[in-house]
Nanobody, 121 residues
Framework: QVQLVESGGGLVQPGGSLRLSCAASGSAFSIYDMGWYRQAPGKQRELVAVVTTSGSTKYADSVKGRFTISRDNAKNTVYLYMNSLKVEDTAVYYC???????????????WGQGTQVTVSS
């Protein structure tokens, strides 16, 4: 079992930046690959970024070059640095603990409560 708590969301203008954090407790954080998802109103939840246990990263095309995912195993925390934010980045952002196999991320049933990111002028 692992419990996840996201923080860092808020209202930001287009072109601005935010850093999201996801603090994990419970089972050994370092054994999980971690992902950030987002869900906009009326849309399906989509995978935004992944960081594996070895530190490798993968991004959705829509955020590549603007978002950076990282993890600090000593602090049991995964981060999502978001730069050059666009209106279409507006969504609830969730972190997840899962597994990354054969080039694909498989979410386990460990989710945080989500944090709202609103990009608006």
């Amino acid at each position: 079992q692992v419990q996840l708590v996201e923080s860092g969301g808020g209202l930001v203008q287009p072109g601005g930046s935010l850093r999201l954090s996801c603090a994990a407790s419970g089972s050994a954080f370092s054994i999980y690959d971690m992902g950030w998802y987002r869900q906009a109103p009326g849309k399906q939840r989509e995978l935004v970024a992944v960081v594996t246990t070895s530190g490798s990263t993968k991004y959705a095309d829509s955020v590549k070059g603007r978002f950076t995912i990282s993890r600090d195993n000593a602090k049991n925390t995964v981060y999502l640095y978001m730069n050059s934010l666009k209106v279409e980045d507006t969504a609830v952002y969730y972190c997840n603990a899962g597994g990354f196999f054969s080039g694909n991320y498989y979410p386990y049933d460990y989710w945080g409560q989500g944090t709202q990111v609103t990009v608006s002028s």
